[in-house]
C-alpha cells in the first residue's frame, strides 16, 4: 500500500468525523489513539476494520496504512498526535449482573471512561448507560478506559426496569453507609450513579430499594472515584488477617 500523501484523502476526512459523536452513532464505529489502546483491542479479540500508522514508524501493527506523520497527527484528537489509530465497529448489549454498573446525566467522558475502567478492575458484569451520558465511545473515554472498552459489556438502558437485580443507589446525603460485600445485599446488584453536581434524580432515587453512601471527611466525591471506591466495597473479600 502506498503512504498516504494528502489532507484531502477521503480515508482521512472519515477519520475526522469520528470525532463526533454524531457521525459515531450514526457510523457505529469509533476511534482508538495510540499503541496502547490498539494493543488493548487486540489482546480482547478486537479486529480492527481500519488501521493507520505515522510513516516510518515501523512495522507494528502489521497491515496498517502508512500515513505522513503531520497528517496522521491531524487526524487525532491527542494534541500531540499519535502513531497509531484505528477504527473499530462499537458494541452493545443488555443490562447483565450480577453486577451492573448504570450512569445517569454523568456529561464528563472522562469519568464515564475511568468508571469503564474501575468496572474492569473490579469485575462488573457491564456498563449501562442512561439518558444525558456522555458518549463511552468518545475519545475522551475511550483514553480514559485504559483499554477496559473493549473488556467490560456496555449497555444503554432506557428505563430502570432494565437494570438487572436491586437497585442501589448513591447517594451523597442519605441512606445506610455502604458496606459490602455484594452477597450480602443481593444475588445480583446494580449500583447507580448520578453527575457529581445534582446526583440522581428524584424520581430515580425513589426507584431504588436502598440509598447508599460513602463516609467521607471533606464535601465530596469526583463521580468516577466514588463509583471505584463502591466497586471496591461490593466485590471486597472477608479479611483473612486475625488478631494476635
Known sequence: MSTIASARNPRLK???RLHRRRDRERSGTFLAEGEDLVEAAQLAGWNALEGY??????????????????LLAGAST???????????????????????VYL???????????IIRSAHAFGASCVALGPGCADPYGPKAVRASMGAIFTVPLARAGTLGEL?????????????ELRGPLREIAPAVTLLVGAERTGLPAEVLDACRRRARITIAGDSLNA??????ALYELTRKPSRVRAS
Open 14 to 16: 472519515a477519520l475526522r
Open 164 to 176: 438487572p437485580g436491586e437497585l442501589l443507589a448513591l447517594s451523597a446525603d442519605a441512606g445506610e
Open 53 to 70: 500508522r505515522a510513516a516510518g514508524s515501523g512495522g507494528t501493527p502489521a497491515g496498517f496504512q502508512e500515513v505522513e506523520g503531520e
Open 224 to 229: 468516577a472515584m466514588a463509583a471505584t471506591v
Open 78 to 100: 491527542l494534541g500531540s498526535g499519535t502513531r497509531v489509530l484505528a477504527v473499530y465497529e462499537q458494541r452493545w448489549s443488555a443490562p447483565a449482573g450480577p453486577l451492573c
Open 104 to 114: 445517569h446525566g454523568l456529561r464528563d467522558p472522562g469519568n464515564v471512561g475511568t
